[in-house]
């Protein structure tokens, strides 16, 4: 009766050390499903070597110059600054990925360039939550910036929470543009 008993134990156990073994990480899908953004093909006809530049809305992503004129410049990728996010959320949407490359590239291009993200939230939850989303919000794309090139030095966050809603009605339309994270170049 005992060896059953030190038997079922035994069995229980490894079941239960069988349960919490390592888990496999969920796939990480590649970014390449965004609808803004298209592959475009140039063959070069004296060597054959292809190249591929990417796009968004229409615009080239990686042949931007660098130059500070094209931070005001509305034909640049530079002058779009503001980053949407759903709602209680402070994922960065793969749609602006792109954008926030291209942030970066400049960041990384200018050392002495600075940027400060400033973190908003719509008006739903208190202000004290609404302040730490907007923060949380503004980290994640100071990570983002920083994984892809811009140095910490050159990015600091600021949260406002509800405080500055560039929207002013009681909807959802003006809600989403209330979600945000806006880039502000303090240097250049």
Not at 15 to 35: H, T
Not at 58 to 83: F, M, Q, T
Request: proline share 5%; aromatic share 6%; hydrophobic share 35%.
């Amino acid at each position: 009766m005992k060896i059953i008993s030190k038997f079922t134990v035994l069995i229980l156990l490894s079941l239960i050390m069988a349960s919490c073994g390592p888990k496999k990480p969920p796939p990480v899908d590649p970014i390449d499903n965004n609808e803004n953004q298209t592959q475009v093909e140039d063959r070069n006809t004296d060597n054959n070597d292809s190249v591929v530049t990417y796009m968004f809305n229409g615009k080239k992503l990686y042949d931007i110059c660098c130059e500070a004129e094209d931070l005001n410049n509305p034909k640049s990728l530079l002058s779009e600054r503001v980053i949407l996010f759903a709602y209680d959320q402070a994922t960065v949407e793969s749609e602006y990925r792109e954008l926030i490359a291209i942030h970066a590239k400049y960041l990384s291009a200018n050392p002495s360039a600075r940027v400060v993200l400033e973190g908003h939230a719509d008006e739903r939850g208190t202000p004290e939550y609404n302040l730490a989303l907007g923060e949380r919000r503004g980290k994640s794309v100071a990570n983002l910036l920083r994984a892809q090139g811009a140095s910490a030095a050159q990015v600091s966050v600021v949260s406002f929470g509800e405080e500055k809603p560039v929207a002013l009605c009681n909807n959802e339309s003006c809600w989403s543009q209330n979600r945000r994270v806006r880039i502000v170049y303090t240097a250049k």
